[in-house]
């Protein structure tokens, strides 16, 4: 009943925040419209929409609740999004054909795809990424550190790159 | 305009005879759909990519080779904004509403051949006015100054009041509008909203904010509920893959002729806008006028037919400027424009006089590319289509394709992983922002149509040192104003004396 005005509420603080961060900006003596005007309208219309939105859902007792997020659908949710953080975070590190190779087939296995399915698409997927931006677009991905490096270096020689 | 017929036959006849021009037409149109059709890879990157691999061409072949793979990489982005709601282009952000609808009702074939059709119509007639009045209208663009643009932005704007949702709507387009402003200020330079991230700087970047908004808060949703979805096998007839019905032809005429393909090319042809825009715009001001606006963005027709005639008829109108004026209309065009810089042409309205050849050749194989692109579509379709039946029956393997799309479609944006953050970050608040009724698509608006807004805001106001007078002083500003008010007003009105009417009767 509450995450609505929960939603408002956070919206609210942080535009407020962002306001008073954007009230902050130098002003400049040559610009005629400084850069803090446009995003402080912007800021202020925000702040007043969920003030009215609060005001309104709390004196009507309107609220809308969005339908239950069973245990098995929260624990996917949270999963991918943790998934997404750790694809970019060792990105860089271990390199994409690496990272690729490694974390769908992990993905996949918590979504309940058998091991050498995962195994399979992981492999496809980290081919399709070497095929497509470094071999043919010729779009530079990392390579990442070390052995990484060398190996992720040593693949794409096997293609010319 | 008998000298005008004249190189246009010329150009026609020397484009289809000449083995080079039609070969380069034909394989830039196919690896511009395959490129649109791969989400993370932008009409704007296969432009460029193609760029060094057109200059041993002649000038005319170069052009037309760049000009073809932006035509059809804007409409390739449709097949993928129609199966995974993941915009290939971001011309083609207005299609992953009501296409993707579409595509969960089991109509995937049916809004793909909309998507084809409309493409291929609105490129058809977009390229048609260009070619018959680029060298006329040409001065025109320039008549167009910051307060006019800032009205045609206004204008914009206030068609997304037809948003469902209240004040849950106008929240999110403002989101929008804020996300745009984070970066370096275009005028003074200062960061704002960095928060120490250098790379923010530079701000998000459209694609980023697009792959979040749509295609990462969409595998949320999906992940919430069962993994695995009974999807039954569309079968269509070959007719209904190629052509839309004489009925249905006729209803989505008034939209698609009247509104997206004017609209779509008047916004291309204004210089520094583009396709995205112009698809934005289109498919605003035909919902404000639509009997129904309530069905728009749940999988009606118009929705998809409207912005795909508006962003490939932009497509050929950003020509104009960038021919005729040496002003690029939009990213690609801008790269169109180098490419002629390499060839030693300097462009203006003299390309259509002492380089009459080449000026015409490249507006003729404009026309032709969308011929050539909509021909070519069934073999992308095919392969898209079957691929999108599969993985919708297999959640997981979907999920893992876009999460893979967007996490390299992010990262080749800036070479950054601070893009993958800040997709995956605008993915969960959008999908926050959607479990609680708030409509995501005027914040995918309010971001295309943030920074345009700001530009024109202030230097308007710069240029009349802060009189905001400057807004309704020019007679176009006016008109257009005048023009917002009446599609706000009159349909409204209509709406509440046929209520009235109906509740009498």
């Known amino acids: 009943m509450y995450g609505e005005i929960i939603v408002f509420l956070s919206l609210l603080i942080s535009s407020s925040y962002l306001l008073y961060e954007a009230l902050k900006l130098p002003k400049l003596p040559f610009v005629v419209i400084g850069p803090e005007v446009w995003p402080s309208i912007l800021l202020i219309g925000i702040i007043i929409s969920c003030i009215s939105a609060v005001v309104y859902r709390y004196v009507r007792k309107n609220y809308y609740r969005p339908p239950k997020l069973g245990r098995g659908g929260l624990i996917r949710v949270l999963t991918t999004i943790m998934f997404i953080v750790i694809y970019a975070l060792v990105f860089e590190y271990i390199g994409f054909f690496i990272s690729t190779l490694l974390l769908i087939p992990i993905y996949l296995k918590f979504l309940r795809i058998r091991t050498l399915t995962s195994l399979v698409v992981g492999f496809i997927f980290a081919m399709l990424a070497l095929l497509l931006f470094p071999v043919f677009l010729l779009i530079p991905l990392p390579r990442g550190y070390g052995v990484f490096y060398d190996l992720t270096t040593y693949i794409l020689g096997l293609f010319g790159r | ?505």
């Open chain 2, 1 to 505: 305009m008998e000298y005008h017929l004249i190189n246009i036959y010329q150009a026609f006849i020397y484009i289809i005879t000449n083995p080079l021009n039609m070969g380069v037409l034909i394989l830039a149109s196919f690896i511009g759909l395959l490129a649109g059709a791969t989400p993370g890879i932008t009409s704007v990157a296969i432009t460029a990519i193609l760029l060094p691999f057109t200059i041993w061409l002649p000038p005319e072949t170069a052009i037309i080779a760049l000009v073809a793979a932006y035509a059809s990489a804007v409409y390739g982005g449709s097949v993928s904004a129609v199966l995974f709601r993941i915009p290939g282009s971001t011309e083609n952000i207005m299609t992953a509403l009501d296409g993707y609808e579409l595509t969960k009702a089991g109509r995937s074939g049916f809004a793909l051949m909309l998507s084809r059709f409309y493409s291929f119509l609105g490129g058809l007639v977009g390229g048609l006015i260009t070619l018959f009045l680029t060298p006329i209208l040409a001065d025109v663009a320039v008549m167009f100054g910051p307060s006019e643009m800032f009205a045609l932005v206004v204008m914009a704007i206030s068609f997304l009041a037809t948003f469902e949702g209240g004040v849950k709507a106008v929240i999110s387009a403002l989101l929008g509008f804020f996300l745009a402003t984070i970066g370096s200020d275009p005028v003074t330079g200062v960061y704002r909203f960095t928060f120490g991230v250098t790379i923010l700087g530079g701000g998000f970047d459209l694609v980023a904010v697009l792959l979040g908004i749509f295609a990462i808060s969409e595998v949320l949703r999906l992940l919430e509920s069962e993994l695995r979805f009974e999807v039954v096998k569309e079968r269509y007839k070959f007719r209904e893959l190629m052509f839309p019905s004489k009925e249905l032809f006729l209803r989505l005429a008034p939209p698609v002729f009247l509104i997206a393909a004017p609209i779509g090319w008047l916004i291309g042809f204004l210089p520094g806008v583009g396709a995205t825009t112009a698809a934005v715009v289109a498919y605003l001001m035909a919902r404000r006028f639509s009997k129904s606006p309530e069905k728009w963005g749940t999988g009606i027709p118009e929705g998809v037919a409207v912005p795909e005639t508006a962003n490939n008829a932009a497509a050929m109108g950003t020509l104009v400027p960038t021919l005729a004026l040496g002003i690029p209309g939009g990213a690609a065009t801008a790269i169109v424009l180098g490419a002629l810089m390499i060839h030693g042409v300097i462009p203006g309205a003299w390309v259509f006089t002492y380089r009459a050849q080449l000026g015409y050749t490249v507006l003729v194989g404009t026309v032709l590319s969308n011929v050539v692109f909509y021909l070519l579509a069934p073999v992308v379709i095919y392969m898209f289509l079957r691929l999108g039946e599969f993985l919708r029956r297999n959640i997981p393997f979907l999920a893992v394709m876009v999460i893979f799309f967007c996490v390299f479609g992010a990262y080749v944006i800036r070479n950054s992983v601070i893009d993958i953050i800040a997709t995956l970050i605008i993915g969960v608040i959008a999908y926050v922002l959607s479990r609680y009724k708030f409509p995501t698509a005027p914040m995918a608006i309010g971001f295309v149509l943030g920074p345009l807004a700001e530009k024109y805001f202030r230097r308007s106001l710069d240029i009349a040192f802060g009189n905001p007078l400057v807004f309704i002083s020019s007679p176009i500003s006016q008109f257009i104003y005048i023009a917002t008010a009446l599609a706000i007003v009159v349909p409204t009105l209509y709406t509440r004396l046929k209520t009235r009417k109906d509740v009498k009767s």
